[in-house]
Each structure stands twice: as C-alpha cells, then as structure tokens.
Nanobody, 121 residues
C-alpha cells in the first residue's frame, strides 16, 4: 500500500509560481514511477509529468519549459515547481505513483487526494 499526500496548492496571479509537494509513504521504492496529473472541472484528467526511478521524465507539451519535477529521497517527497502559470493551468493537481510506467501510463497506480491550484489574471 502506498499513501500520497499533496500540499502547496493555492491561488496565484498569472505569471506567478507555486511549488507542489507530495509526501509518499508505505510500500514505495526507488524504482516506482511517480508523477503529477491534473483535472479541471468538466475535463478529463491529464498527465503533467512522470518521473521514473532512473530519473527519466515525460512532460506534457503544455508545461514544458515551465514546470519541473524533482525528488528528495531523504524526505521521500516529490515536488512540482510550477513557473509562469497561465489562466489555463487551474485544476486539481494529483500526485500519483506505481511500480511500472510507460510515459503517462502507470501500472498499479496510486493517487493522492489532490491539491487545488487557482490562477488569477
């Protein structure tokens, strides 16, 4: 069992930045894939970025150059640094993890409860 708890969401102005955190616990290992997904009201959940155990990443085109994923193994925490936020970025952002992945497809996926991001113009 894996538990994921997101934090760091909030409201920022367009062009601003936020840093999301995902604290992982339970039966999670370094080879797990971890990532961030988001879902806006009335829209499908979409992948933002996934990082594999070897550090390989898959970023969605709409966040390339603006968002960066990172990990702190000592704290067992995943981060998403979000810069240059746009009006289309508001959504519930979810942390996810699983033992195997290919791009945004994560097998045996676990989800956090999400953290809300709002952008004002």
């Amino acid at each position: 069992q894996v538990q994921l708890v997101e934090s760091g969401g909030g409201s920022v102005q367009a062009g601003g930045s936020l840093r999301l955190s995902c604290a992982a616990s339970g039966n999670i290992h370094s080879r797990h894939c971890m990532g961030w997904f988001r879902q806006a009201p009335g829209k499908e959940r979409e992948g933002v970025v996934v990082i594999e155990g070897d550090g390989r990443t898959t970023y969605a085109d709409f966040v390339k150059g603006r968002f960066t994923i990172s990990q702190d193994n000592a704290k067992n925490t995943l981060y998403l640094q979000m810069n240059s936020l746009k009006p289309e970025d508001p959504a519930m952002y979810y942390c996810a993890a699983g033992p195997v992945c290919s791009g945004f497809y994560i097998i045996g996926i676990y989800w956090g409860q999400g953290t809300q991001v709002t952008v004002s113009s």
